[in-house]
């Protein structure tokens, strides 16, 4: 796996506010890379400094292994914030100023408008855009020197719902390229939506870092009822059982790794039960993320 952000012990003060404190991490190639935390955790601080816009007063990174210089930075698209765009330039001319200021070749827009899908609209005005179309235009600069790496600071603020499915969809197809993309967020669900591996800061510390798919492991919980007595005691002798709760008037199984629901229903229609109700509860990074954010409480 080869290795595209190495942070070793990064730390900003603000004063006497520390907003990143002691922050190593890395992200491999092609990753999808999600940072979450709670505002004023240090997101926006950290991309900021892997952006070389914020000094930072301790610590170094590396990206693809090298420290930062102009060289590695024109491998790097980034949409931090605010993007600033001329409202009365048209989508095409904003591009076409941002080619010329990135020393991109402007031979590049028309393939960057594809990807962010707003060919047909790219001679309309900006201030004629609609948010979403605002942001995915925001992206469409970022792509302009066809990056290897691509950074986001929540790339779904205050989209609607359509906008969020959109910008999911348009991350899905850059990562799909090969490129590596490191985002900021605050929205769990969609963390766990396009990210392969996610990191939690909380209060500019990091308390949490590794894969997606680690979240659901082991943690399968299966919701049942059925019309006999004693249920409770004959899920007991399941040997796929790992904890059993009443909850909502249903007993939530939580499997061993391994095992499946269709296990679970299967041993239920041995035993000659027949389910009324049997659902599976994935558990979810929100859930996932609330308990690590509480585990840490006491520590911080
Ligand atoms: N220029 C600055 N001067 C002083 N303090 C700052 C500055 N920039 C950020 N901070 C502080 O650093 C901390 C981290 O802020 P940061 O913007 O990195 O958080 P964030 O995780 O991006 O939050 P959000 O989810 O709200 O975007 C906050 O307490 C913030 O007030
Ligand atoms: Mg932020």
């Known amino acids: 796996m080869e290795n595209v952000l190495t942070i070793r012990n990064l730390t900003k003060r603000f004063g006497r506010l520390c ?25 926006t601080t950290t991309l900021g400094m892997l952006m070389g816009v914020i000094n ?42 941002m080619a010329m200021i990135k020393q991109a070749p402007t031979s590049n827009i028309p ?21 979403g179309m605002k942001q995915r235009l925001a992206i469409a600069s970022a792509m ?25 969809s348009l991350i899905q197809k850059i990562a799909s390229d090969g490129k590596t993309i490191i985002l900021a967020s605050h929205l769990l669900d969609e963390v766990q939506k396009v990210c ?12 949490h870092s590794g894969p997606i798919d680690d979240v659901g492991k082991g ?15 004959l899920l007991d002798t399941f040997t796929g059982l790992s904890a059993l709760h009443r909850q909502n008037g249903y007993l939530q199984v939580t499997l061993k790794d391994g095992f499946k629901s269709k296990d ?24 996932q993320f609330l308990e690590i954010l509480n585990t840490h409480d006491e520590s911080l």
Do not use: C
């Not at 210089?69 to 591009?95: D, S």
């Not at 020197?145 to 959109?166: S, W, Y």
């Not at 392969?196 to 308390?207: D, E, P, Q, R, S």
């Not at 041993?267 to 859930?287: I, R, W």
């Open 19 to 43: 907003a990143v404190n002691n922050l190593s991490l890395t992200v491999d190639r092609g990753q999808v890379f999600g940072m979450l935390g709670p505002n004023g955790s240090g997101k």
């Open 219 to 233: 943690a399968e919980v299966v919701e049942v009822s059925a019309d006999v007595a004693d249920l409770d005691r």
């Open 264 to 287: 679970l229903n299967r041993f239920l229609f041995e035993k000659g039960v027949v389910a009324s109700h049997l659902v599976t509860k994935k558990k979810n990074l929100e859930q």
């Open 144 to 168: 302009l020197g066809d990056p290897v790496i691509l950074i986001l600071d929540e790339p779904t603020n205050g989209l609607d719902p359509m906008g969020i499915a959109e910008i999911r």
């Open 56 to 97: 930072p007063t301790a610590g170094e990174y590396l990206w693809l292994g090298e420290k930062p210089t102009h060289h590695i930075r024109k491998k790097i698209g980034a949409v931090l914030e605010h993007p600033i765009f001329y409202p009365y330039l048209t989508g095409r001319q904003n591009l076409e100023l």
């Open 111 to 131: 393939r960057v408008l594809d990807l962010v899908e707003l060919t047909g609209r790219e001679n309309d005005k900006y201030r004629t855009y609609s948010l």
């Open 196 to 207: 392969t591996h996610f990191a939690v800061l909380k209060k500019g510390n990091l308390i």
